[in-house]
């Protein structure tokens, strides 16, 4: 069984920075693909960036240029580096784990709220 362990959220005035990680348990760190989503009040949630295995990265519109997503296979972590951050940033943010083989399981985290104030 795969867990996910989020931290690093919190209440930062726009413009700030916040930097969140994940870490994973088990072995399959190393063959699947990671990713950041959230979920703000009322909304739908939604991708925030990937990575794959092999560190083909993908960003949403809304946060390319501020955010950058790293992961260290050695760790089994994987970061998401938050800057320029705007209030409608704030949200539940979930780290997603994909195991890439023919029906690869997912697994969410238990999330971490981020806040960000005008």
């Known amino acids: 069984q795969v867990q996910l362990v989020e931290s690093g959220g919190g209440l930062v005035q726009a413009g700030g920075s916040l930097r969140l990680s994940c870490a994973a348990s088990?072995?399959?760190?190393?063959?699947?693909?990671m990713g950041w989503y959230r979920q703000a009040p009322g909304k739908q949630r939604e991708l925030v960036a990937t990575?794959?295995?092999?560190?083909?990265?993908n960003y949403s519109d809304s946060v390319k240029g501020r955010f950058t997503i790293s992961r260290d296979n050695a760790k089994n972590t994987v970061v998401l580096q938050m800057n320029s951050l705007k209030p409608e940033d704030t949200a539940v943010y979930y780290c997603?784990?994909?195991?890439?083989?023919?029906?690869?399981?997912?697994?969410w985290g238990q999330g971490t709220q981020v806040s960000v104030s005008s």
């Open positions: 088990g072995s399959i760190f190393s063959i699947s693909a």
């Open positions: 997603h784990l994909h195991l890439e083989i023919v029906g690869g399981t997912n697994y």
């Open positions: 990575i794959t295995s092999g560190g083909r990265i």
